[in-house]
């Protein structure tokens, strides 16, 4: 049974870093791609980092180029979000995704299984 448990979230201020943590189970991440989504209070869900399994190259939104890191874990099974300089306009709930490919995509419907999300907010 695949099953994808994030954590990490959390209030942090302006300038702070949070680590965001995706634990799979029933499948190696080192197989499918592991995206990163989040979604704000009436908006829509967005991709925001992506880690491949063809060669392990990432991808990231432009709004968090330089800021952001996504690394994976084989031993630990897990996919990381590694968060810096945070800004009030990074809130929201951070989902991570698999999809049953060997590229990422940034469309949230091409990716089949999903975490519950862990509540991101960045507020003084």
């Known amino acids: 049974q695949v099953q994808l448990v994030e954590s990490g979230g959390g209030l942090v201020q302006p300038g702070g870093s949070l680590r965001l943590s995706c634990a799979a189970s029933?499948?190696?991440?080192?197989?499918?791609?592991i995206g990163w989504f989040r979604q704000a209070p009436g908006k829509e869900r967005e991709a925001v980092s992506c880690i491949s399994t063809s060669d392990g190259s990432t991808d990231y939104i432009d709004p968090v180029e330089g800021r952001f890191i996504i690394s994976r874990d084989s031993a630990e099974n897990t996919v990381y979000l590694q968060m810096h300089s945070l800004k009030p306009e990074d809130t929201a709930v951070y989902y991570c995704?698999?999809?049953?490919?060997?590229?990422?995509?940034?469309?949230?419907?091409?990716?089949?299984?999903w975490g519950q999300g862990t509540q991101v907010t960045v507020s003084s």
């Open positions: 029933g499948f190696n991440v080192d197989d499918y791609p």
């Open positions: 995704a698999s999809r049953r490919s060997a590229f990422c995509s940034s469309r949230p419907y091409e990716y089949r299984y």
